[in-house]
């Protein structure tokens, strides 16, 4: 069946750098756009970053240019993001988001999330 599993979540202090990764199974993955989705306390859940299944192109809420880099290893099913200079606004829940659409129909799948906590 399909999974995704992340991982790689925790508490950090501001200015710490984390990395979450996100395991694939069940779906052909290298034909997925990946995405790093979060969701804090009292918030609708956002996208922080996507990662096309094409040509590797990306793309970055405002809030996380240039802190966070989304990758993608298509051999290891695995995406990852790479969180630096951490700020207490970046804690909420992390989700790993794959989605294909197929003529009309999408197909999406989600993992179950992983926490990260910013605070000193």
């Known amino acids: 069946q399909v999974q995704l599993v992340e991982s790689g979540g925790g508490l950090v202090q501001p200015g710490g750098s984390l990395r979450l990764s996100c395991v694939a199974s069940?779906?052909?993955?290298?034909?997925?756009?990946m995405s790093w989705y979060r969701q804090a306390p009292g918030k609708e859940r956002e996208l922080v970053a996507a990662?096309?299944?094409?040509?590797?192109?990306?793309n970055y809420a405002g809030s996380v240019k240039g802190r966070f880099t989304i990758s993608r290893d298509n051999a290891k099913r695995t995406v990852y993001l790479q969180m630096n200079s951490l700020k207490p606004e970046d804690t909420a829940v992390y989700f790993c988001?794959?989605?294909?659409?197929?003529?009309?129909?999408?197909?999406?799948?989600w993992g179950q999330g992983t926490q990260v906590t910013v605070s000193s």
């Open positions: 988001n794959a989605r294909r659409v197929v003529i009309a129909y999408e197909y999406a799948y």
């Open positions: 990662i096309s299944s094409v040509d590797e192109s990306t």
């Open positions: 069940g779906f052909t993955f290298s034909s997925f756009a």
